[in-house]
């Protein structure tokens, strides 16, 4: 293991020192945390994963005279997901840890535990289609790019959901692999009502991300189509946003809108993307909704993992910003903006 170098002069003298003292620790071996087990049992097989940023049981093996017990030793981690762009907008591929700097709740890491280009990590995909009635028109050629894009980006290890929301919510096709039942699931929906789109973004992430339960690491996303105008939410944007934050989830947005002009909806969507690490897309024309999908395709495997340890972490509930910057300025980096630490049990 390497600490990430973060040492430049845009950071500081300060940081400076405080990277070279972490880098000096570092150089005495350290005891591995949580090293698994030859031999598990039935129930360390099928333990989940500890979402970023939150603890991981790990235990402890017992002599086969001694009565069977797990004692929970917790680990503070930190998966971060990333994407790299040039100039022009396109992925850039095969960096390295030293091409970055990162800065977690103002520190660096105490170590940094995995660095690697994620092109396979398995998805945990929803799709949110808008149904309300100021999407009528559209909502046809939505639901064709939206399952399109299903069939481009599903591979065996892959799962995703399709809703539509109004007013209300409505899952038709819960989380599967495949990809005809989750075509059958678009096809189900008709547009309609009024629009609940912080309602429906806040419930999505709460009861479908938040409380997934998976013994491998994977990638959260959401891809929402909306003109992003709601006139029916109880929660607030804020709340929303924060509720995507919670369960680790990417938010992609695509707007319905094809006006020449941004309007307050498009603002919304692209705030929400940005807090969350993915990107908005601003469709000139109905046709390009599909490259809107299409381009989330291949940004989905085109990322970069980055799994740490974080300095000072306190199980304290509190939100925990983030800083990762690419040490050449000819890349911009597009990441979350931070995360929520968990509450202390």
Known sequence: MVVMKICNSALGAAIALVCAATMQAQQTPQTPTATPPAATTPAQQTAPAAPAGQNAPATLQQRPDEPHTVIPVFVNEVDLIFTVLDKAGNFVNGLQQQNFGLLDDGRPPVRVLKFEQQTNLPLRVGIMLDTSSSIRERFQFEQEAATDFLLQVLHPADRAFVEGFDVQTNISQDFTNRVDMLDTGIRKLRPGGGTAMFDALYKTCRDQMLTLQQTVSVRKAI???????????????????????????????????????????????????????????????????????????????????????????????????????????????????????????
């Not at 929400?272 to 940004?299: M, S």
């Open 223 to 345: 891809v929402l189509v909306s003109d992003g105008d709601d006139d029916y939410s109880r929660v607030t944007e804020n709340e929303a946003i924060k509720m995507c934050q919670r369960a680790e989830t990417i938010v992609y947005t695509i707007s319905t809108d094809t006006s020449p002009t941004k309007d307050k909806g498009d603002d919304v969507l692209q705030a929400v993307a940005d807090a969350t690490g993915g990107q908005a897309f601003f469709p000139q024309r109905i046709d390009d909704v599909a490259l809107g999908f299409r381009n989330i395709e291949v940004e989905l495997r085109s990322q970069y993992l980055l799994e740490y340890t974080p300095a000072d972490f306190k199980r304290d509930g509190a939100f925990r910003t983030i800083y990762l910057h690419s040490q050449d300025e000819r890349y911009s980096v597009r990441t979350k903006k931070g995360y929520f630490a968990p509450n202390a049990q």
